[in-house]
Structure formats: structure tokens, C-alpha cells
């Protein structure tokens, strides 16, 4: 199904809820069950356009829709920044983290038309630099920690090709996986405690048996996006998707 960009789902029900919400996956819409919009979808109907009903004001409707990307950002900047936070290594930034933690919430509080103006570009590059520090040190500590344990790490450069990679059972504690394409990759039983995978490509990586309790910017909508089972271990903020099995099946 194609549609412009700004125009409403033929699904979308009168209340905003999906008509096929419970079978998106059996009728091809997989991008829809994967997709997440960090609260900013909340955020910029029920403040900046103070709870208003483009239907009901369809005057509304194009800046609501246009402002609504520059929000997205935002807030996922605020998903990376509140997590670099809990990050005890990281502690030596932890000023200028929450610095720009509160700087970044301030400008989610922005009218639309300041919103429209933002350079929402320039503030994720200095957020970025601050997530790349974080990540440094996080990595750094985390790689002395398990200088000395048995088997070889695997290292890879950001935004490395790993479409399809073989992976299986790979330590990669600590690995720079940033931006990493790694659809289809085979990471069953790998161990990505402490990977930097922001902005990483899981689109059907295979994460049987993974254990991804410590890996750093992680999101919900990348573990939406890959494939996994009961034995795939997660932080706890984090929600099993429900297309993954539920079988607790030995991977040999």
C-alpha cells in the first residue's frame, strides 16, 4: 500500500486506534509493528498543540505534522541522554550529559512555530558528541574488565557492512557495532554485553539466545525489527516482542 507522506492510514480508525492492529504482521505491514516514536507522537498533540484534534481543526493539521520529525528527534536524543545518565563509567560527563539533558527537554517544550525554526541538526551533533564519550568510556572499562578472559573479541569499525554475517556465539563486549548494518546477521548465543548499538541495523538479526542486558543504546523498535526467543536476554526497561518465540529451544 502507498500513501503520501501527511496523509491519515486508510486503517486509522475515528479514535486514532489501528483497525488491523492485531494482524499488521500477517498483512505485510512489518514496518508499522516495528516502528516507535519514543512519546514524541504524545508530546506534540497533547502540549505543543495543546491536546487540539487535527480532525476537529484541520487548520492544524500540516504544522502538526511537520513538527512532528523535529519532536522524534528530540526525544530520542532524550531516550540516549537519560540512559548515558545511569552509566557509572560515564560519570566523568555526567555534567554535561545532564546539562544537555535539560536542554533538550527545554526545547521539546518549544512552541510549534520555534520548533519549525530549530536547528534540531546542530543540537543532535553536540548531543552525539557527548553519546560518543559516553560510549568510550563505558567501552573502554568494560574491554579492561575482560582483558584477561578466555576467547578472542571481535572488533569492528563503525558502520560496518555485516549484512548476513555469521556471528554465532561471537563475544562482542565492548564492540563498536554504531550504525552497524547488520540485517539478517546470525548473532544467535552472541554476547553484545556493553556493544554500542546505536543506530544499528537489526532488521532480522537473529538474536536467539543473545544476551544484550548491557548493551548501550539499545531500543525497543531495533528489537521489534530483529528476531528472538526466550533464552535472548534483555535490559528490563525492554519489552519481548510478541513476534518473537516463546519456546525455550537448546540452539545447536
Known amino acids: 500500500m502507498d500513501k503520501e507522506a501527511g496523509n491519515p ?3 486509522m480508525q475515528t479514535d486514532y486506534r489501528c483497525g488491523i492492529h492485531d494482524n499488521l504482521r500477517q498483512l505485510g505491514f512489518r514496518g508499522c509493528t516495528v516502528y516507535d516514536c519514543f512519546g514524541a507522537g504524545q508530546k506534540v498533540s497533547q502540549h505543543t498543540f495543546g491536546g487540539n484534534d487535527w480532525q476537529q481543526v484541520p487548520a492544524s493539521a500540516k504544522q502538526m505534522f511537520e513538527v512532528f ?3 522524534w528527534h528530540l526525544h530520542e536524543l532524550l531516550w540516549y541522554l537519560t540512559e548515558s545518565l545511569t ?17 533538550t527537554e527545554r526545547l521539546t517544550l518549544l512552541n510549534a512555530d520555534s520548533l519549525m525554526e530549530l536547528d534540531v541538526a546542530a543540537h543532535r551533533a553536540a548531543v552525539n558528541a557527548l553519546l560518543l564519550k559516553t560510549s568510550e568510556l563505558v567501552r573502554t572499562e568494560a574491554r579492561r574488565q575482560h582483558k584477561n578472559s578466555s576467547g578472542r573479541q571481535k ?13 554465532r556465539g561471537a563475544d562482542l563486549r565492548g564492540a563498536n557495532l554504531r550504525g552497524a548494518y547488520l540485517i539478517a546477521a546470525d548473532l544467535r548465543n552472541a554476547d553484545l554485553r556493553v556493544a554500542d548499538l546505536i543506530g544499528a541495523d537489526l532488521r532480522d538479526t537473529d538474536l536467539r539466545g543473545a544476551n544484550l542486558t548491557e548493551s548501550l543504546f539499545l531500543t525497543q523498535a531495533q528489537l521489534n525489527a530483529a528476531k528472538g526467543d526466550a533464552n535472548t536476554l534483555l535490559p528490563p526497561a525492554f519489552t519481548r516482542p510478541t513476534h518473537w518465540s516463546t519456546k525455550l529451544d537448546k540452539l545447536v
Open 87 to 103: 552509566l557509572q563509567s560515564a560519570y566523568p560527563i555526567h555534567g554535561a550529559l545532564s546539562a544537555a539533558l535539560n536542554e
Open 9 to 11: 492510514c486508510v486503517n
Open 69 to 71: 520529525p523535529i519532536m
Open 155 to 167: 572488533t569492528y569499525n563503525r558502520g560496518a557492512d555485516l549484512i548476513g554475517a555469521k556471528l
